[in-house]
């Protein structure tokens, strides 16, 4: 996998998990169950993503 694209997943991914910690830190009026699936959510995505990358690919 090109370099560059391996560095851009791994920002990617750091971005939705930090994404969504602050997102369920900071939006206390959405309710715990919004915030729990927008948790998930991000969380999901930022391991999608770095599944793709060489570190996700590691036997």
Do not use: C, H, P
Request: charge should be neutral; avoid cysteine; aromatic fraction near 12%.
């Amino acid at each position: 996998m090109n370099s560059t694209l391996n560095k851009v997943l791994w920002l990617v991914s750091l971005t939705a998990g930090f994404s969504a910690v602050v997102l369920f830190t900071y939006f206390e009026d959405l309710g715990l169950l919004y915030r729990v699936l927008i948790l998930v959510g991000l969380m999901g995505l930022s391991l999608g993503v770095l599944a793709q990358t060489e570190f996700g690919k590691m036997q």
